[in-house]
């Protein structure tokens, strides 16, 4: 496997952890902000576990990564419905994505245990993930302005 399959795994949670980093600093103090913590320092042992594991092959890093999906997605779902009121946004996208991590992380687990693991559904799935990303992130830039315009 070329080092670059490896590293692009990393990237993946290590941006990940930096949003839910941004997001931690911005969320008051109660159990969604503990949720947002949990899923930060899970994405940042994920991309300290995809450096060893890349070292083991495809199968190793699809497992990790996969693991990673399906709790990280989780955490996601969790987020999304505590945040569904109207202040934020009704959160919808992040419910959108994170039911699909759990899914497709299931699914890594099931390629890296075959024959014949492959980065196919993982392509799809991270381009997925980053539009779903900056929608999120366009959708809550809004609404934080909107509630500044308000409260002004």
């Given amino acids: ?7 692009l795994l990393v990237v993946y949670p290590l941006i990940d952890a930096a949003a839910s980093l941004i997001d931690y600093r911005a969320t008051p103090d109660g159990s969604e902000r503990r949720v947002i913590a949990f899923n930060g320092l899970l994405s940042t042992l994920a991309a300290i576990a995809l450096c060893l594991a890349g070292v083991g092959g495809l199968a190793a890093a699809l497992h990790v990564f996969g693991a990673w999906a399906v709790v990280s997605g989780a955490a996601q779902v969790i987020v ?4 569904r009121g109207p202040e934020l946004g009704k959160q919808w996208l992040t419910l959108i994505s994170g039911r699909p991590s759990f899914l497709v992380g299931i699914t ?12 196919d559904v993982l392509s799809m799935n991270a381009t997925g993930g980053v539009v779903w990303f900056i929608l999120e992130a366009l959708l809550l830039g809004w609404k ?5 315009a308000r409260a002004v």
Avoid at 1 to 7: F, G, K, L, Q, S
Avoid at 144 to 148: A, D, G, M, N
């Fill in 1 to 7: 496997m070329p080092w670059t399959v490896p590293a």
């Fill in 108 to 119: 890594y687990n099931l390629q890296a245990a075959g024959d014949h693991p492959s980065l």
């Fill in 144 to 148: 934080s302005r909107q509630l500044r």
């Fill in 80 to 83: 999304g419905v505590r945040r």
